[in-house]
């Protein structure tokens, strides 16, 4: 049950002034195009973004609420006159690059790149003391300076004289814009601009102006975000190798094949969290918080692990009379050791699945992996006297998102109750089991069965190892253009999901949110036994529990348009 403002909207806004400049120059010089240039962004960030600003109080049962003790509080507040003051900081980021497309002869093409590029972060945030004693870092230090270079090599090559073959490919390293969003938590997040409290059984107060914040000592802990100063911003290696053939009958086939390596890429830390030397029942350490000051302190620092293989085929033909028609499969394995989904920082960290390790880098399966995709398009153009028409179908077929199966209960102590992968036990009856939806071992059988669990019985399952239902989806296009003197007029009419306005209960697209579901409740040891405890909500390993259903793209739309060209 849920009552108030969302924690994370009551203080939230971004204000940006973005200054962008970019100067090409081209050079034709004999089999040589030369191309010269520089972009440079200069950004000027004014980001309010408080969570819990009129306090969160959690309970863990109705009795607890109606006792007015919350299990749990959470309150965040900028220091000085304005409790909602925002973060402000402003960062540049510089690039030149050069390219040469050089035509070594009519079959063979060559392009040749170098860019440059120079994120500089212009203020420094404040500096904590009683982080840098606590844990020998400076949260003034921040980035800076890193001169990112990506070079690139790319080629179109044409075997033979028929001009039915192309084989093209090429080699390089990319690097994205740089993620301002995660480098503003070191600036906000220094326990200096914003403090941010927690602590446990606090009394409720209804007045959101005035929330508790005195508290016992040792009962409430100040969290921070900090950024390791050699930090570097991401970058991947790609190659990508092509195949097109003209096929009899005018038919176009083309096989790709692509490769990304991951050569620096975000991995959160929680540094405030220690082995305690205990371990949990399934062999993974129990934290602790290494300062009773703080609570959460996250660390952005790096991982260079990770990796994607892509593979793709697509046939295509146009035919006299108008008609084109396509068909293509992708085929896609990813592994990732972490992925930031969030620009928060402690929910980059907490919401990262884990087998209840948390400072080793797992490589898993990405959270972004679509192993199987078909897609079909077949469109018709005519015309019926002076005006022309198009009509259309676009059918995709692809694998669900992977997911993840979590136990709460916070099993390995590191404050975090959303990333406890699940323990599959070898046995049923190796499990004390509690709840109403105390599971028989049939019931128990049939959920991992299901789900595809028992391929982990007495291990913990891995991340992302299960897979979301196929999404399928059928569009229809039409339009058709009347010329009006010098405008030419065009009418446009679609319907999405056209296999749900047919079949109502066809075309639904079922999704895990958050790609996660937590089927049960780790309740501690039983000390009769020495077994660990389950606790089952009712019908929480009912089978299908743990989707959901996009309400809009799973129901059919139609779509009106009109568009004016002068």
Do not use: C
């Not at 028609?325 to 992925?339: D, N, Q, W």
């Not at 639904?508 to 039983?526: C, E, F, K, P, W």
């Amino acid at each position: 049950m849920l009552a108030g403002t969302e924690r994370s909207s009551g203080a939230n806004g971004l204000d940006q002034d973005i200054l962008e400049v970019t100067d090409d120059f081209t050079l034709l010089k004999g089999d040589h195009t030369i191309t010269i240039g520089t972009h440079n962004e200069f950004f000027k960030f004014s980001n309010l973004f408080i969570q819990d600003v009129t306090g969160t109080y959690y309970f863990g049962s109705i009795d607890k609420f109606e006792s007015g003790i919350a299990d749990r509080y959470a309150y965040n507040f900028a220091n000085g006159s304005d409790p909602r003051r925002p973060t402000a900081f402003a960062a540049q980021q510089w690039g030149i690059y050069a390219g040469d497309q050089w035509r070594v002869s009519n079959s063979l093409t060559l392009n040749l790149g170098l860019r440059f590029d120079l994120p500089r972060l212009t203020d420094s945030p404040t500096y904590n003391p009683l982080v840098d004693t606590t844990y020998g870092i400076d949260t003034s230090e921040v980035p800076n300076n890193q001169l990112m270079v990506s070079p690139r090599l790319g080629f179109n090559w044409v075997p033979g004289t028929s001009g039915k073959d192309q084989i093209r490919g090429g080699v390089g390293v990319f690097a994205g814009r740089t993620p301002f969003v995660w480098i503003s938590n070191a600036y906000g997040g220094t326990g200096i601009e914003i403090t941010g409290l927690t602590a446990n059984n606090v009394p409720f107060n209804p007045d959101p102006y005035n929330p508790p914040i005195s508290f016992p000592p040792g009962t409430g802990a100040v969290s921070v975000d900090t950024i390791d100063p050699d930090f570097k911003f991401p970058q991947i290696l790609r190659t990508t190798l092509a195949y097109d053939r003209e096929l009899p009958g005018g038919i176009r086939a083309t096989v790709e094949g692509m490769f990304t390596k991951t050569l620096q890429d975000v991995f959160y830390k929680n540094i405030n969290k220690v082995d305690s030397g205990v371990k949990t029942f399934y062999g993974a350490p129990v934290y602790k918080n290494s300062s009773t000051a703080f609570n959460d302190v996250t660390y952005l620092t790096n991982t260079s692990r990770g990796e994607q293989q892509n593979i793709s085929v697509q046939l295509e033909k146009r035919f006299p009379f108008g008609l084109y028609v396509t068909g293509a499969y992708a085929y896609s394995k990813a592994k990732a050791a972490f992925e930031g989904t969030s620009s928060v920082a402690l929910s980059n960290w907490q919401f990262q699945t884990t087998n209840g390790n948390i400072t080793t880098e797992q490589l898993t399966r990405s959270f972004f992996e679509v192993p199987h995709r078909f897609t079909v398009v077949g469109q018709q153009g005519f015309r019926t006297g002076p005006v022309n028409h198009n009509v259309g179908l676009v059918f995709t077929a692809q694998a669900g998102s992977p997911y993840s199966v979590l136990m709460g209960g916070n099993p390995n102590g590191d404050g975090a109750s959303g990333n406890d992968l699940l323990f599959v036990p070898q046995n049923y009856s190796d499990i004390i089991w509690l709840g109403a939806g105390a599971p028989t071992e049939a019931k128990w059988n049939e959920f991992l069965s299901m789900t595809g669990l028992d391929a982990y019985r007495g291990r913990v399952a891995e991340r992302n190892g299960l897979d979301a239902p196929w999404v399928r989806s059928l569009d229809f296009h039409y339009d058709f253009e009347v010329p009006i003197t010098a405008i030419k007029a065009q009418i446009t009419f679609d319907v999405l999901n056209l296999i749900n306005l047919i079949d109502s209960n066809s075309g639904l697209i079922r999704y895990v949110n958050n790609q996660t579901y937590t089927a049960l409740n780790y309740s501690g040891m039983d000390a009769a036994t020495g077994k660990p405890k389950y606790t089952v909500n009712s019908g929480s390993l009912d089978e299908g529990r743990q989707y959901s259903t996009n309400d809009l793209r799973s129901r059919w739309q139609i779509k009106l348009g009109a568009r004016l060209t002068y």
